[in-house]
């Protein structure tokens, strides 16, 4: 059976030339790019050609990158490490960190560790459709406040916050500001030069890059304490000796992603819309998120009266791998914490679906989702005793 | 193409044996709860206290519906005192299995089936 992937904000296919550029760093040029000889020059060139890069998906400059295993961790160093160099400030009394209620795990998470070791958090709420009110958050920042950890656009429902404004609002506060970027780096310009960002973090498995490699920008003279101490590696904020096939991976998609973004978004974009429209149709069917400030990828639903594996499953047995968004995805059972704070009740939270899209679907195959889909709601509904007949 | 579940629940799951509502049920048993993401009824017709038609009604997960479909199997031409013998793990076992986060929240049918039964019981000491 033909499948059609519709995940993709789970992760991504890495793409061909991507595998391309990776595979001579594996065996042929294997050096340590720490080492003086000619195998560990090859290593420190790709190493630094990967640096720029990145630098220049987002217009940063390539001293303003170190690699990192990933988007978690880019979250961990941006966050510990802001609040490390921030120790002082536990004993005071204002919010030190100001957060939103719908930051994925790898912040959220971070956000209580750090609660536990006498900081204090601030966690802002959002509108019914996801995005954070920046007045609210300017009343929250006082003059013990640090850092501003709030995501460039969420990893379930897609939508998309005005970075900009939060990043004015932190720089007129004397605040750090930093984003996790994961879902939106090449779903959209993000310019580092232009932008009050000071720290930003990325994957490179969300972007046809190889999993287990990642990014996180610190912008020039903002300072930050290191989490994993050693060699002295990435300017000595992440000691390990560098994996250069990952990063080459993670350059090469980056480079892509540059080219490809108009032709991309404008293409992600129309898929969208289709496949927005063409599910709408189904009796008691939502969008959750906002209806435009949201990834070109992302279509997020809920349908009355089922749950959602059912449904991932259901579409699974017809060739179209997609996400629950919500509960039971296996590993928790309580409804997602984003569709809580915008205001889904649990009940319906647990009718939601996530389609997140990619370069490689095609209309045909959403106009296939869009014939199979609600037959598999409408058999979920003849057995739903929440369903209305 | 790898499976969460095993092959018996997704045959449940797929095609669902005796689901819908039974409209002149001698009895129901609802169980489980919505906000948690799984809410069952079981409807039963009962004659000389044997169990001779049943049918269910489940929101929830894959392993919800199958578990649902596997007891209406198990209990059909049962009498009341058999079918209250028929435990979640039975249920379970006769679905090869379910995965461990699932055997509480969604193998509720057995507590629906009996609740049924204690529904019907109760009804008739009250006649």
Redesign the interface.
Known sequence: MKTIYLDHAATTPVDPQVIETMIPYFSTYFGNASSLHSYGRDAYDALEESRKQVAELIKARKQEIIFTAGGTESDNIAIKGVAYQNKQKRQTKGPHIITSTIEHAAVLEVCKHLQTQGYKIEYLPVDTEGIVNTTELENTISKDTFLITIMTANNEIGTIQPIEKIGRIAHDHDVLFHTDAVQAIGKMNLDMAKNKVDLLSISSHKIYGPKGVGALYIREGVRIEPLIHGGGHERGLRSSTENIPGITGLGKACELAAQRMEKDTIYLKKLRDQLIKGLLEIEESFLNGHPTKRLVNNAHFRFT???G??LV?GL??KGVAAATGS??S??K?Q?SHVLTAIGI???HA?GSLRLTLGRENTADEIAYVIKVLPEIVDHLR?????WNR | MADLYSKKVMDHFRNPKNHGEIKDADATGTVGNAVCGDLMTIYLKIKNDTIIDIKFLTFGCAAAIATSSMITELAKGKTLDEALKITRKDVADELDGLPPIKMHCSNLAADALHEAIKNYRKKKTKK
């Open positions: 009266g089922i749950e594996e059912s499953l699974n047995d509960a039971c296996s590993k059972l409804s009740d649990p009940i647990h003849t057995m739903s005793p929440l």
